[in-house]
């Protein structure tokens, strides 16, 4: 019985600590990722975070105003250019593509109209096998 | 038996549940294809993962405010949301939809460059989110740099989007998402209030401000499904009203034309920045902005009384 009590009790230990992990880990990405963002851009206020194991891709929609310059940064790990991220348009048109350009970590997007589109991110295969994906998004004053 | 040998059994437990945990997620996916219809597999579809089990952003009530101001239109406190209503918040459905709403003023003040109004909607923000339980988002150096940089206006505007970022953060890191959707839709609330109410106004440029109306139809789709977790559940009933309220208003939004039209965007690669040129249209009449505010402005009133 008490043998039994150990291992449950080592295993519950070991998930909380992994979930703990995981946070941690999102946070020490965000606090890199953050330095792409100058004072000129004013963070939007959201907090966009994903953990992602191997070939899965994080996606969510966002929508972008007209007359605006946008900044995106996609981070994951403390280094640059571990993650690929692409955005669409809501008929799937590829928008933009940062394998296309050194796998940037961040990049400038002036938007005549408004949009609404997607956001794709997956960690670079050999980069990480699995990691936190965080995004974040400002736009110029 | 010892404890070492405890531990061992502890680790090759653990060992065995995470294999076990890896090798069901890949059956569920296997299985969930084999349910479909004849559909071809999409294996990019299989790998999505929704960001922190959302799939939307809001765009950020500043944005509104900054609008207004380079229309041309007038500052309007009388507007606002008076930060003596605050003691009336009670529950923490109203603490974290006006924590949303705050800000929104918070931001309209800052743009407008009005920072002696600031500092009361700064505290205001600052005590809803101390009740709410969010620890340290707006703590004491937040206080003090806000304090210290007023009449700056893009310092101010930096440290207070940075304390709104990190109660989302704490909210969201804490599973807290019916909180984290509760204060961005004040703010989304709140800031199409503002908008609604300053096109009674006289000033320059209104036909940029009518279009940014008719392109939040989007936008409230995305709040409705930020909500819409919390729909059924019996423990908030008050943010059951508020989602069908919101369905309610997205029927005013239903018949406005949206017409798009792709156009190949273009890359300066020099300046890391690309230029997305594909154009939205928006059609919105009178009679439908006026319906949209009627439905707007009853929803305002539900949340900051």
């Known amino acids: ?141 | 038996m010892n404890h070492k040998k405890y531990l061992k059994l502890a680790l090759v437990g653990f060992v065995l549940f995470s294999a076990t945990a890896l090798l069901s997620s890949c059956n569920d996916d296997k299985n969930k294809t084999e349910d479909t219809d004849e559909e071809p597999v999409d294996a990019a579809k299989d790998n999505i993962v929704s960001v922190n089990g959302e799939l939307f952003s809001i765009p950020s009530p500043l944005q509104s405010s900054m609008l207004l101001k380079s229309s041309g239109a007038n500052y309007a406190k009388d507007i606002l949301n008076l930060t003596s209503h605050l003691p009336s918040y009670s529950t923490e459905y109203k603490k974290a939809l006006n924590l949303g709403v705050y800000g929104a003023d918070l931001g309209y003040v800052i743009i407008y460059g009005q920072t002696q109004d600031a500092l009361g909607y700064l505290n205001a923000s600052k005590r809803l989110a101390d009740d709410i339980n969010v620890s340290g988002a707006f703590d004491a150096s937040l206080m003090k740099r806000f304090e210290k940089n007023m009449g700056n206006n893009d310092s101010l505007l930096s440290i207070f989007t940075s304390g709104y970022r990190a109660t989302d953060s704490y909210l969201k890191n804490n599973d807290r998402n019916a909180v984290s959707g509760m204060v961005i839709t004040g703010g989304w609330i709140e800031s199409l209030y503002f908008t609604l109410n300053i096109l009674k106004k006289d000033f320059k440029n209104k036909q940029v401000v009518v279009q940014r109306v008719g392109e939040q139809k989007n936008t409230l789709d995305h709040v409705i499904k930020l909500l819409t977790p919390f729909y059924q559940n019996p423990e908030m009933t008050e943010l059951t009203e508020l989602t069908d309220a919101l369905l309610e208003l997205y029927h005013e939004f239903e018949d406005i034309e949206v017409k798009y039209t792709f156009v190949k965007p273009t890359t300066d690669v020099a300046n890391k920045t690309t230029t997305i040129n594909s154009k939205t249209e928006v059609k919105i009449n009178e009679e439908q902005l006026k319906n949209i505010t009627e439905k707007l402005n009853a929803i305002r009133q539900m949340i900051i009384n």
């Open chain 1, 1 to 141: 019985m008490i043998r039994k009590f150990t291992i449950a009790l080592a295993l519950i230990a070991a998930l909380v600590s992994f979930g703990n992990k995981a946070t941690a880990q999102c946070d020490t990405v965000a606090n890199a990722c953050v330095r792409h963002m100058t004072n000129k851009y004013i963070s939007d206020g959201q907090h966009y975070r994903a953990l992602l194991l191997d070939k899965e891709i994080a996606e969510f929609q966002s929508t972008f105003y007209g007359g605006t310059t946008y900044r995106i940064a996609a981070c994951s790990g403390l280094g640059d250019g571990n993650l690929v991220f692409r955005i669409f348009d809501k008929d799937r048109n590829l928008l933009f593509d940062n394998s296309e350009q050194q796998n940037a970590s961040y990049w400038d997007f002036k938007f005549i109209s408004t949009l609404d589109c997607v956001i794709e991110a997956q960690i670079i295969p050999g980069k990480a096998p699995s990691g936190c994906a965080v995004m974040m998004i400002s736009f110029k004053q």
